[in-house]
């Protein structure tokens, strides 16, 4: 099976230090992907730049705060509601923000066991599996947590699905696949 590493977060809300944090793990990691589950709210040009200089490709939802006229002076892509994407291990990650759709039921497209549902918009990291077998997956915040935890992302292998603090890089909630 081929190894992959995604770097998730959420509600970044324009802290350029935050994502450019994000983008250090992902290089510290060797990470394929960074996955953001909505409110990027690029609010300058830094911060396309930090996603333009990142070490491998983003992929990135559309949150409730995210205005399309912050992406495109920005100079990034606007994105859309939800992502879709197969993982080398035949597996599917299914994100989108959580204010329009907050469970898999409403994805346009089925989950099932082994799949990851991933959204953000509530600020507080969750990691379970339903009883389809889908992974439900919110990374937390970097930038405005309303945990315990304080700021937190996630990182997805083929064999886990960890929640992490930002500041010590210590494993918060954690699952096998």
């Given at each position: 099976?081929?190894?992959?590493t995604?770097?998730v977060?959420?509600?970044?809300?324009?802290?350029?230090?935050?994502?450019?944090?994000?983008?250090?793990?992902?290089?510290?990691m060797?990470?394929?992907?960074?996955?953001i589950a909505?409110?990027?709210?690029p609010?300058?040009?830094?911060?396309a730049?930090?996603?333009h200089?990142?070490p491998?490709a983003?992929?990135a939802?559309?949150g409730?705060?995210?205005?399309?006229?912050?992406?495109k002076?920005?100079?990034?892509?606007?994105p859309?509601?939800?992502a879709?994407?197969?993982?080398?291990d035949?597996?599917h990650?299914?994100?989108?923000h959580?204010?329009y759709i907050?469970?898999?039921s409403?994805?346009?497209f089925?989950?099932?066991?082994?799949?990851?549902?991933?959204l953000?918009?509530t600020h507080?990291?969750?990691?379970?599996?339903?009883?389809?077998?889908v992974i439900?997956?919110n990374?937390?915040?970097p930038?405005?947590?309303?945990?315990?935890?304080?700021?937190?992302y996630?990182?997805?292998?083929?064999s886990?699905?960890?929640?992490?603090?930002?500041?010590g890089d210590?494993?918060v909630?954690?699952?096998?696949?």
């Amino acid at each position: 099976m081929e190894r992959y590493t995604y770097i998730v977060t959420s509600d970044i809300h324009g802290d350029a230090a935050m994502l450019q944090d994000i983008a250090d793990r992902a290089r510290d990691m060797d990470a394929s992907r960074i996955l953001i589950a909505g409110d990027l709210c690029p609010k300058s040009a830094a911060m396309a730049m930090i996603l333009h200089n990142a070490p491998c490709a983003y992929v990135a939802v559309k949150g409730n705060c995210d205005w399309l006229w912050d992406f495109k002076d920005a100079g990034l892509a606007i994105p859309k509601d939800t992502a879709y994407l197969a993982c080398p291990d035949g597996s599917h990650v299914a994100m989108t923000h959580g204010h329009y759709i907050s469970e898999p039921s409403g994805f346009p497209f089925p989950l099932a066991g082994g799949d990851i549902f991933i959204l953000g918009h509530t600020h507080v990291p969750v990691l379970y599996v339903d009883s389809n077998g889908v992974i439900h997956l919110n990374p937390g915040s970097p930038a405005r947590p309303r945990s315990e935890y304080k700021a937190t992302y996630a990182v997805i292998t083929e064999s886990s699905v960890e929640v992490r603090k930002l500041k010590g890089d210590r494993v918060v909630l954690s699952l096998s696949r």
